[in-house]
């Protein structure tokens, strides 16, 4: 099964832009559809962005449509997700994963922090 490491989290200032990149192992990478996933403070996990198998699909929560971009590169193996216009809410610690259940196992994911 596919093993997934997530990284580019960081702090920074509302407004700024960051780039989060997730990494799988496997062979079968390119037969999944995959999902960004955030989860903040005394909140639920919500699945924020998701991508078919191609790339050629995607979808957005409304709370971050129109802000972050989620994207793939199957030769590369990788998911990513940019988000401008980060906002305090955005704060959360963030997960890829496959966008539907069963999860798998979801790691220790990266730390988004946005200040005021």
């Known amino acids: 099964q596919v093993q997934l490491v997530q990284s580019g989290g960081g702090l920074v200032q509302a407004g700024d832009s960051l780039r989060l990149s997730c990494a799988a192992s496997?062979?079968?990478?390119?037969?999944?559809?995959m999902g960004w996933f955030r989860r903040a403070p005394g909140k639920e996990r919500e699945l924020v962005a998701g991508?078919?198998?191609?790339?050629?699909?995607?979808y957005y929560a409304s709370s971050v449509q129109g802000r972050f971009t989620i994207s793939r590169d199957n030769a590369k193996n990788t998911v990513y997700l940019q988000m401008n216009s980060l906002n305090p809410e955005d704060t959360a610690v963030y997960y890829c994963?496959?966008?539907?259940?069963?999860?798998?196992?979801w790691g220790q994911g990266t730390q988004v922090t946005v200040s005021s």
């Open positions: 994963n496959i966008p539907v259940p069963p999860f798998r196992p």
């Open positions: 496997g062979r079968t990478f390119s037969s999944y559809a």
């Open positions: 991508i078919s198998r191609s790339g050629d699909n995607a």
